[in-house]
C-alpha cells in the first residue's frame, strides 16, 4: 500500500509554469508505473502523463511539448508550461501495483486571467 499526497497547484495566468508533485508514504522505486490524471466537472478523468521505472513516459497528445514528468524515489513531479485555460482541472497522482491503483486526493489547477 502507499499513500500519495499531491501539491503545487493553484491559480496561474495562461502562457504561465506550475509544478506539480506528488509525494509517496514510502519508496516508489518498485512501483512501476507512475502517472498524472486530471479531470474537470462532467468530464471523465483523463491520463495527463505516465512514467515506467526504467524512465520511459508517455504523454496525452494534448499536453506533449509543454509538460515534463519525472520521478525520484519517493517523489514524482510533474512540470507544466505553456499552460492554456484548458488545462484547468484537479489532477491526481496515482501508483500502479497491479492488481491495486492507488490514489491521491488531488490538487486543483486553475488557469485563468
Known amino acids: 500500500q502507499v499513500q500519495l499526497v499531491e501539491s503545487g497547484g493553484g491559480l496561474v495566468q495562461p502562457g504561465g509554469s506550475l509544478r506539480l508533485s506528488c509525494t509517496a508514504s514510502?519508496?516508489?522505486?518498485?512501483?512501476?508505473?507512475m502517472s498524472w490524471y486530471r479531470q474537470t466537472p462532467g468530464k471523465q478523468r483523463e491520463l495527463v502523463a505516465a512514467?515506467?521505472?526504467?524512465?520511459s513516459t508517455n504523454y496525452a497528445d494534448s499536453v506533449k511539448g509543454r509538460f515534463t514528468i519525472s520521478r525520484d524515489n519517493a517523489m514524482v513531479s510533474l512540470q507544466m508550461n505553456s499552460l492554456k485555460s484548458e488545462d484547468t482541472a484537479v489532477y491526481y497522482c496515482?501508483?500502479?501495483?497491479?492488481?491495486?491503483?492507488?490514489w491521491g486526493k488531488g490538487t486543483l489547477v486553475t488557469v485563468s486571467s
Open positions: 512514467i515506467a521505472g526504467g524512465g
Open positions: 496515482t501508483a500502479d501495483t497491479p492488481p491495486s491503483m492507488y
Open positions: 514510502r519508496s516508489i522505486s518498485s512501483i512501476n508505473r
